[in-house]
């Protein structure tokens, strides 16, 4: 089976830094996705990683960690629009794209 | 170029009623996906379609829930015998090809009384 934890709400400060946390135990793995959804839309893609390390993308940084099946997402210099959720999602094995979201973290960015 | 357009936005029915919800992937897109989210919950897979064949249908919670995809391009989300549980946004991305990035259109906010 999947699982897929992070946080359920964090709330920082316009111009902080934060970073959300996203763990998972999958059958297989190839490959963790960052989506942002802001209430009542629909998710967009943030940032993809498959090898160790860190992605970096404008104010956006994602991290993985294979070995302890953990990742976080980093961002910086918040701004107000940034308050949305932030889901974490597995994709467990190649040949399927099909992908295991976690219940998302609920980022609020107060002035 | 256009992104996911879903239809319709919004859907109510009654108990027991048949729909069917309609995803245009993005042009090109040979790749489609269903989800469904409830309110607090990330996606939940339902099915992943690659040019007209259904690859994975293993997400499909029972068979009151089908899906096809004729031409390989718009596909139809269709429920029998809806039940109250079935409430939720129904989701649909798409990606260029089966192992990359998926996009999301707005969902189908689907209510059932």
């Known amino acids: 089976g999947q699982n897929i934890d992070q946080p359920t709400e964090m709330t920082a400060t316009e111009g902080a830094i934060v970073q959300i946390n996203c763990t998972y135990q999958t059958s297989g793995f190839n490959g963790l996705f960052w989506y942002q959804q802001h209430a009542g839309e629909a998710p967009t893609f943030l940032s993809y990683n498959v090898l160790d390390g860190l992605e970096e993308k404008g104010r956006f940084s994602s991290f993985l960690s294979r070995s302890k099946g953990y990742s976080y997402l980093l961002l910086k210099e918040l701004q107000m629009k940034d308050s949305a959720s932030y889901l974490c999602?597995?994709?467990?094995?190649?040949?399927?794209?099909?992908?295991?979201f976690g219940t998302g973290t609920r980022l609020t960015v107060i002035p | 170029g256009a992104g996911v357009s879903q239809t319709p936005s919004n859907k109510v029915t009654e108990k027991g009623k048949y729909v069917e919800l309609r995803c245009d992937p993005i042009?090109?897109?040979?790749?489609l996906y269903w989800y469904r989210q409830s309110l607090g919950q990330g996606p939940e897979f339902l099915i992943y379609?690659?040019?007209?064949?259904?690859?994975?249908d293993s997400g499909l919670p029972n068979d009151r829930f089908f899906a096809v995809r004729p031409e390989g391009s718009v596909s139809t989300l269709k429920i029998q015998r809806t039940e109250r549980g079935d409430s939720a946004v129904y989701l649909c991305?798409?990606?260029?090809?089966?192992?990359?990035?998926?996009?999301f259109g707005p969902g189908t906010r689907l209510l059932v009384l």
């Open positions: 991305a798409s990606s260029l090809g089966g192992l990359e990035t998926q996009y």
């Open positions: 999602a597995v994709r467990d094995r190649g040949g399927a794209n099909n992908l295991f």
């Open positions: 379609f690659q040019g007209t064949g259904a690859a994975d």
């Open positions: 042009s090109g897109h040979t790749a």
